[in-house]
């Protein structure tokens, strides 16, 4: 039996901190969650019987600030996975630098198989369940798998019920007209394009004259292929979970995703020939953006990649074997914790904005996201560069992220 994913993530800082020399004490406190909470949620159905659901939030590391992390909804939930999240949750929060430490939550439940009045329902009893546990100043959850900002604005209404005074700052990721934040829905593909922009001049590649393949042309990944569109990229491929479409000469992202809208898949997208998933990791092309499932990239498939700059979008599309392929092949990795750090930081600036009750433009988001965005990426390349060949580009993420947290566990004297 393989490592679990929160294994997996203990590793990482445990191999983050010894190389960068920081106490065994630090890196114990950061391998194990502070506080980790399973509530039962009774739940009315439809039918009138009340149905108990299992519900999670684990709070991972609150030094550097209060804990943020998303909620998600889905029926193979486990509270390993909730902890391994919440600790990546922590690792991205310090590695683009904002005041916050890393949390998740999750409950175990379809979705798919309810009605929204008991998603709502099952929505608010979890608010009910975790109300002392969370706050502006303790911990902010977000949507994830499954949420949106409708089940946000349920559970900011049912924690102001509770409490008794309103604190939009309680959750981000809400809609408008309830505190959220302008530029929230496209924040991810924004700031993998940043960061793809800084990773393009530090290995000397003119995005207007570069080639594009997108793996998930969902949300995050349909904005990608947009945005790099609109910088000139060249976009030849994209594929979702039905298959996908390759055209050399290119394929207009637009035109595509309005494909998507209207066929529920980019498959069948005229003038360009069917690809598969699999193929398109392969594909001769300058960016390569796997925006959908975890471990895609492998030690079986890494020495066939061409891509000279991988932005994961997803979360863990390339494992732990593939990461080492890729370095010596020269294959530049913008790391999840990094390339998809940009949903986090706007739901920081959103928190920030409900704090004050002053709202900004999108373009001033866009800017300060940028400016954190390209901040993020140069301090994560210069750790690389500085141990070149002793690490990958995920290394020098891991070791930027634990040693901003180490040395607020440090200052306030924890160990």
């Not at 009605?115 to 369940?129: F, K, L, N, V």
């Not at 829905?185 to 570069?210: C, Q, W």
């Not at 494909?259 to 690809?275: C, L, N």
């Not at 704090?355 to 210069?382: N, P, Q, S, V």
């Amino acid at each position: 039996m393989g490592k679990t994913w929160f294994e997996v993530a203990q590793e990482r800082i445990q191999v983050a901190g010894e190389k960068l020399g920081t106490s065994p004490e630090i890196i114990e406190i950061l391998k194990h969650p502070l506080r980790s909470l399973q509530v039962s949620i009774p739940v009315k159905m439809d039918n009138g019987k009340t149905k108990i659901f299992t519900g999670f939030r684990v709070q991972h590391n609150d030094a550097c600030g209060p804990t943020k992390g998303g909620l998600r909804f889905h029926p193979s939930e486990t509270f390993d996975d909730v902890k391994a999240l919440a600790t990546l949750m922590t690792l991205k929060c310090a590695v683009v630098g904002i005041p916050y430490g890393g949390s998740k939550g999750g409950i175990i439940c379809n979705p798919k198989e309810m009605s929204q009045g008991e998603i709502e329902r099952m929505s608010r009893g979890y608010i009910d369940a975790i109300a002392y546990f969370i706050g502006p100043d303790k911990d902010i959850p977000a949507p994830d798998v499954y949420t949106n900002p409708q089940i946000m604005a349920w559970m900011v209404d049912e924690y102001e019920k509770i409490v008794g005074h309103k604190a939009p700052g309680v959750i981000t990721g809400k809609p408008l007209i309830v505190g959220g934040a302008k530029g929230r829905g496209n924040a991810t593909a924004m700031g993998g394009l940043y960061t793809t922009r800084e990773a393009a001049k530090v290995i000397g590649l003119d995005m207007k004259s570069a080639t594009a393949a997108i793996q998930g042309y969902g949300n995050a990944g349909s904005f990608a292929a947009k945005l790099l569109y609109k910088d000139g990229v060249k976009i030849v491929a994209a594929t979702d979970s039905k298959g996908g479409v390759y055209n050399p000469e290119g394929i207009d992202p637009f035109a595509l995703y309005d494909y998507k809208t209207e066929h529920r898949t980019v498959q069948g997208f005229p003038g360009a020939q069917d690809i598969s998933n699999e193929a398109l990791l392969e594909l001769d092309v300058d960016i390569l953006v796997p925006a959908a499932l975890q471990a895609q990239i492998t030690g079986e498939n890494a020495s066939r990649i061409k891509a000279k700059i991988i932005t994961e979008l997803a979360n863990g599309p390339v494992t732990p074997e593939a990461d080492p392929i890729l370095t010596q092949n020269k294959v530049l990795v913008i790391p999840d914790i990094l390339a998809n750090a940009g949903g986090v930081t706007v739901s920081y600036f959103e928190w920030v904005q409900n704090i004050y009750g002053y709202y900004w433009t999108e373009e001033e988001t866009y800017e300060k996201l940028e400016r954190i965005m390209k901040d993020a990426f140069h301090r994560t390349h210069e750790m690389f560069k500085k141990n070149e060949g002793g690490i990958t580009m995920r290394m020098a993420t891991d070791m930027v992220a634990v040693e901003r947290v180490a040395e607020a566990i440090k200052v306030k004297g924890w160990v």
